[in-house]
């Protein structure tokens, strides 16, 4: 019988947080009592300019889009303001689109990648998928790494470096000079994924795009724009890069839908503003409140040790009673007592803080 690729079979299958639905029935709860906060989704929704705008766009879904998403590239280009052009920008199905399509354009059977972990583990499934190799570089105890941890381990297989800042699930950031010094001293494009960016106090990376020939950033719309459903989300690519993005990836990998819905989010600066805030507010209720250490965070989530405990038994604690929360145990290089907690609005975070508070004998 016809075999599928060697490399394609001994790759672990993604996996998920919880569901609402899952939850619900393991534990025989309803499902309005369930709280998820294991996705770092935006508990607000989305804005209600992109739910119009899906609505609008439904009635030409006989129509297929432009293949290369032109007016959310235009959009995206005001966005980012002077200095970039539309063949800075490319559009995918979701960041994960956009990461997929760099790893094809840049990775070979055999080829190498440096990820520091703890990480999002997406980088390491989509790299496999095409034959490359991860080489994983070991954070410090705040989750930190210098320039020369990541130089040491470079190869003249290296092609790619992935660096997501703010990271996920730690929660903190890469500094201005740890990256330049990266992207100086490496012939690999470095793609610096920020998807939780908009959460950050610190600035984006983008404009270094312009400075350099071998750096890329990566943005979504999953989580700041609540549109984790509609799959969309782009790259800051140097233009030489372009052309060749655009020859190896699919047309049309942006659904009409997606595309109206990204450009109202885009526009609706109230919406950001409103669930940024929101964030800010529960991340200082969770550092002053949860009973264990709550490490800094960038990002729409924190990261907590609940030492002495495990992260596992906390996990199911909270599960049973309908509140999801992620187990890190899972995310390589993370050991068994960190837990990551998505904000949620200040009702959620409070059941949450209760039920921590309830867990400890
Ligand atoms: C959630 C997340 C993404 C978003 O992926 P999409 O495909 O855009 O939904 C990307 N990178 C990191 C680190 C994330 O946590």
Redesign the pocket.
């Known amino acids: 019988m016809v075999k599928v690729k060697a490399q394609i079979a001994e790759i672990e299958q993604y996996t998920p947080g919880k569901t609402v639905e899952d939850t619900a029935r393991a534990y025989g709860l309803a499902q309005a009592r369930i709280l998820k906060l294991a996705?770092?989704e935006n508990p607000i929704g989305p804005s209600k300019a992109a739910i119009r705008a899906i609505l609008k766009a439904a009635g030409s879904v006989n129509i297929y889009p432009a293949a290369d998403a032109t007016n959310l590239r235009s959009a995206i280009r005001s966005h980012l303001g002077i200095g970039f052009d539309e063949e800075n920008i490319v559009c995918?199905?979701?960041?994960?689109?956009?990461?997929e399509a760099l790893v094809h354009l840049f990775i070979e059977e055999g080829d190498e990648a440096l990820i520091p972990i703890p990480?999002?583990s997406?980088y390491e499934l989509v790299l496999k998928m095409h034959g490359g190799n991860p080489v994983f570089i070991e954070r410090d105890r705040n989750f930190g790494f210098t320039a020369d941890d990541l130089l040491e381990k470079a190869t003249d297989r290296t092609k790619i470096v992935f660096i997501?800042s703010p990271?996920?699930?730690t929660g903190n950031s890469i500094d201005e000079e740890t990256l330049r010094e990266i992207v100086e001293n490496m012939d690999a494009l470095i793609v610096v994924?920020e998807?939780?960016i908009e959460f950050s106090s610190k600035p984006s990376f983008n404009e270094l795009v312009l400075e350099y020939d071998n750096l890329a950033v990566?943005?979504?719309?999953?989580?700041a724009y609540g549109l984790?459903g509609m799959?969309?989300?782009y790259g800051v690519i140097p233009r030489w890069l372009f052309g060749y993005y655009m020859r190896a990836t699919p047309p049309f990998a942006v659904n009409s839908l997606a595309e109206m819905a990204a450009i109202a989010a885009l526009e609706d600066h109230r919406h950001l503003d409103d669930t940024v805030k929101m964030i800010e507010d529960g991340i200082k209720y969770f550092e002053e409140s949860v009973p264990f250490k709550v490490f800094p965070s960038d990002?729409n989530f924190v990261l907590v040790d609940v030492s002495p405990f495990k992260s596992t038994e906390v996990t199911e604690a909270l599960m049973k009673q309908g509140i999801i929360v992620r187990d890190c145990s899972g995310f390589k290089g993370m050991g068994d007592s960190f837990i990551r907690i998505t904000v949620g609005r200040a009702e959620d975070n409070r059941r949450v803080v209760e039920a921590l508070n309830g867990y400890i004998p």
């Open positions: 996705s770092n995918g199905n979701g960041s994960d689109g956009v990461l990480t999002f997406f997501a990271n996920n699930p994924d998807a939780y990566t943005h979504t719309f999953s989580k984790a799959r969309v989300g990002a």
